[in-house]
């Protein structure tokens, strides 16, 4: 009997336990149980992540580039007029680019421009419409209206999935903020941004330190968006909730590291922030010797993590 109410006792212990991960499960994640469906970090792509090298050779918020020369794509739309507004030559106004790549000249007839800049789509426009009237004619404009091609996506646990128009300057907390923002279901330290590459080469995942952007102004991860970019948010889970109950200020890699504050103005060194604001009159200022300054952030060693 002793036996076998030692089994019952550890058996209720057990349900007792797993009754209590169940409950503290549903109260503390979104998610509702121990094993939530959602949307994860494939282990590629989170090794390839925290394999990046920190900060990645890449552009970001305070060093943008200009992208380049635009490859006009089907969809994009057009507006091709004479550049003098006295020019006898009449096109049509808005071209769309159709699905085979070609465009409606009207009375000039149809022509490929899908894979050209618009500088060689002006060209072509004027030689064929020279072509037609037998002269030199007044240089032809081409202009893009709607570059409907150029997209980057943003997935995962967001509040507006979807494929957006790339302007050119956009970054990826930019990206995040067009989406609609982060879910209540959003894990802040999974997020990853994935350049598009050719197949069997190596690939670029490069993780989006969300928390240190937003809070701390930290543009390291922040990075300029390109054509074809996919931002993916990935589902917060219970493990992710627990590790932030227990540690709720800690960063976890690849975006931990240390931050620095305010530079010294004797050393350069940063350090403690004391004011928020410099003394209006450094004279009269009293010189705090109790600050502790902190070394200057060095530059990692490069880093083959991405790849």
Known sequence: MMHRGGQNGRGLLRWAVL???????????????????????????RDIAHQAPQPAPVARELDKTVLPAYFVEPGDVL???????????????????????TIDLGRYGRIMVVGRTLEDIELQVQAVVEAVEQ??????????????????????EVNAPGAFPLIGRET??????????LSERAAEHKIILSRPTPPGSCRVVLPVCYREIVQLGDTTTNYQLRPGDRI?????????????FFFPNRSR?????????????NTGLCGPCVSPLPPVNSEMAPPNENVELL?????????????
């Open 19 to 45: 009754g209590w991960l169940v409950v503290a499960c549903g109260c503390s994640s979104t998610s509702g149980s121990l094993f939530p469906g959602g949307q994860f970090l494939l282990n590629p792509a």
């Open 79 to 101: 507006l091709l007029e004479p550049a003098t507004f006295d020019s006898p030559i009449r096109l049509p106004g808005d071209q769309t680019v159709l699905v085979d790549g």
């Open 135 to 156: 002269q030199r004619v007044d240089p032809i404009n081409v202009r893009l209206i709607e570059p409907n091609a150029v997209l980057y996506y943003v997935q995962g």
């Open 172 to 181: 990826a907390l930019d990206g995040i903020l067009a989406a609609g923002g």
């Open 232 to 244: 993916f948010v990935s589902t917060r889970t219970f493990w992710d909730d627990l590790f932030l």
């Open 253 to 265: 890699a690849p975006c931990k590291g240390p931050q620095y504050g305010c530079p010294d103005p």
């Open 295 to 307: 070394p200057p952030p060095q530059p990692e060693a490069p880093h083959p993590g991405v790849r």
